[in-house]
T-cell receptor, first 113, second 112 residues
Framework: IAGITQAPTSQILAAGRRMTLRCTQD?????MYWYRQDLGLGLRLIHY???????GKGEVPDGYSVSRANTDDFPLTLASAVPSQTSVYFC????????????FGSGTRLTVV | KQEVTQIPAALSVPEGENLVLNCSFT??????LQWFRQDPGKGLTSLLL?????REQTSGRLNASLDKSSGRSTLYIAASQPGDSATYLC???????????FGDGTTLTVKP
């Protein structure tokens, strides 16, 4: 089934540790995005990539980094996790045409303690 | 900066009722608007997308309309069912650059 796979589904992480959230899509979409969803704050864009080899900063990029080595994968790395990064993280993609909109992954629930 | 507002934050209706969910945005120069459904603990599922040039889109019991001049979109759900219970979010894309602004959502409960 075509779509987006995120891993892990959930994770408890000690503060100060490094963590990479994985995101893979099989739809050959050009654009990919990372959002975090927090109660009362809604969905906020962390980083995005309009095509392989390029990335850009979203609304809340501090403490996060991304890479886009190929079309299918868009990992999100927390270099040194802090409790304020406790959130649900969603990866999304689009073909960039604006016609079909976004497809979202199932999310990663991250707790930093 | 685009702001997207969804009111009410929560809505409870009896099964079978027709209902309307609202989405307001401040910048009318939008590229498209997308409605999503989110079940508890799950990701977002796309329901309907309306292009800037369109007035409405329909899928089954769902109908989404767009009025750019007033900065509003509505999601109409006909003959609601308990399975429609979820949070509904709208997302407004200004430039097709992938930086959509999301509303906080309306949590719908349909009582049997």
């Amino acid at each position: 089934i075509a779509g987006i796979t995120q891993a892990p589904t959930s994770q408890i992480l000690a503060a100060g540790r490094r963590m990479t959230l994985r995101c893979t899509q099989d739809m050959r979409h050009n654009a990919m995005y990372w959002y975090r969803q927090d109660l009362g704050l809604g969905l906020r864009l962390i980083h995005y990539s309009n095509t392989a080899g390029t990335t850009g900063k979203g609304e809340v990029p501090d403490g996060y980094s991304v890479s886009r080595a190929n079309t299918d994968d868009f990992p999100l790395t927390l270099a040194s996790a802090v409790p304020s990064q406790t959130s649900v993280y969603f990866c999304a993609s689009s073909d960039g045409s604006g016609v079909y909109g976004y497809t979202f992954g199932s999310g990663t629930r991250l707790t930093v303690v | 900066k685009q702001e997207v507002t969804q009111i009410p934050a929560a809505l409870s209706v009896p099964e079978g009722e027709n209902l309307v969910l609202n989405c307001s945005f401040t910048d009318s120069a939008i590229y498209n608007l997308q409605w999503f459904r989110q079940d508890p603990g799950k990701g977002l599922t796309s329901l309907l997308l309306i292009q800037s040039s369109q007035r409405e889109q329909t899928s089954g019991r769902l109908n989404a309309s767009l009025d750019k001049s007033s900065g509003r979109s509505t999601l109409y759900i006909a003959a609601s069912q308990p399975g429609d219970s979820a949070t509904y979010l709208c997302a407004v894309d200004l430039t097709n650059a992938g930086k959509s602004t999301f509303g906080d959502g309306t949590t719908l409960t349909v009582k049997p």
